[in-house]
């Protein structure tokens, strides 16, 4: 795996992590997008994103990030040297293809995961209006990269 990345990344080892982070967490929070379905409510713009929900976002996601290598860890674990499927936390399929045990992991991780959301100020719906304006709004997504590679130089 990191053979493969480092053909598509010919970096530093230093501008590549936070890269490798921004995509671990971009998936964490793709996954926790599935959490709730969308409303079939139609916008006529689409919505704005404030500076504070910026950083609630960012900081949810960068709080998810150990969470989900960890559930990721143990599936992985559990399900062997098989190809672990794509989890959708509202896609009751996707959790019933797993092992007993690793369905209770995937349930925990969403569990937790919408509870860091709603801890850092944003509701699950708007997280998930974000998460998918973000796929839709380059500007957007590099401010969210930047606001992410500032919270961890903070900590």
């Given at each position: 795996?990191?053979n493969?990345?480092?053909?598509?990344?010919?970096?530093?080892?230093?501008?590549?992590?936070?890269?490798?982070?921004?995509?671990?967490?971009?998936?964490?929070?793709?996954?926790?997008?599935?959490t709730?379905?969308?409303?079939?409510?139609?916008?006529?713009?689409?919505p704005?994103?404030?500076?504070?929900?910026?950083?609630?976002?960012?900081?949810?996601?960068?709080?998810?990030?150990?969470s989900?290598?960890q559930?990721?860890?143990?599936?992985?674990?559990?399900?062997?040297?098989?190809?672990?499927?794509?989890?959708?936390?509202?896609?009751?399929?996707?959790?019933?293809?797993?092992?007993?045990?690793?369905?209770d992991?995937?349930?925990?991780?969403?569990?937790?995961?919408?509870?860091i959301?709603?801890?850092?100020?944003?509701?699950?719906?708007?997280?998930?209006?974000?998460?998918?304006?973000?796929?839709?709004?380059?500007n957007?997504?590099?401010?969210?990269?930047?606001?992410?590679?500032?919270?961890?130089?903070?900590?």
């Amino acid at each position: 795996m990191n053979n493969v990345a480092s053909l598509f990344f010919r970096d530093t080892l230093k501008n590549l992590l936070p890269r490798n982070l921004f995509f671990g967490v971009m998936a964490s929070a793709s996954l926790l997008a599935g959490t709730l379905t969308f409303t079939a409510k139609a916008d006529a713009q689409t919505p704005s994103v404030n500076n504070n929900e910026i950083v609630s976002y960012a900081q949810a996601v960068l709080a998810m990030e150990p969470s989900r290598q960890q559930a990721f860890g143990e599936i992985k674990k559990l399900i062997g040297g098989g190809e672990i499927p794509q989890i959708v936390c509202n896609n009751p399929q996707s959790i019933d293809s797993l092992p007993r045990k690793a369905r209770d992991i995937a349930v925990n991780y969403c569990n937790r995961s919408q509870k860091i959301v709603e801890e850092n100020g944003l509701t699950i719906e708007r997280f998930n209006k974000i998460t998918v304006e973000i796929q839709n709004d380059n500007n957007l997504k590099r401010q969210i990269y930047n606001t992410l590679i500032r919270l961890q130089k903070k900590s």
